[in-house]
Nanobody
Framework: QVQLVESGGGLVQAGGSLRLSCAAS????????VGWFRQAPGKVREFVSA????????YYADSMRGRFTISRDNAKKSVYLQMNNLNPDDTAVYYC????????????????WGLGTQVTVSS
């Protein structure tokens, strides 16, 4: 079984912060890496960030670097995305995904997805 469950989304004012969580269970807990993606209505799915379980190597999309921070807790089998200084353009459904490939920094490497959590940033 592969299971990824996102949480922490919600409504926040522009300039505020949110922390998303991705809980991995089953086979997802033994994946090589977990990534965060987002998709706004009418837009293509966008890679946000990724982290490996072993070593905690991180990779950020250029547009996210500096505002977003990815981290993980191996004991809890959870991956987090701290989002700061949010703006309405960050409004999207945020998904976490798992890969067993070593190319965790390449979006096509991800095959297993959670159902997503909605993030809405008001202005």
């Amino acid at each position: 079984q592969v299971q990824l469950v996102e949480s922490g989304g919600g409504l926040v004012q522009a300039g505020g912060s949110l922390r998303l969580s991705c809980a991995a269970s089953g086979r997802a807990s033994s994946s090589f890496a977990v990534g965060w993606f987002r998709q706004a209505p009418g837009k293509v799915r966008e890679f946000v960030s990724a982290i490996t379980w072993s070593g905690g190597s991180k990779y950020y999309a250029d547009s996210m670097r500096g505002r977003f921070t990815i981290s993980r807790d191996n004991a809890k089998k959870s991956v987090y995305l701290q989002m700061n200084n949010l703006n309405p353009d960050d409004t999207a459904v945020y998904y976490c995904a798992a890969t067993w490939r070593s190319t965790y920094y390449l979006p096509p490497s991800y095959d297993y997805w959670g159902l997503g959590t909605q993030v809405t940033v008001s202005s």
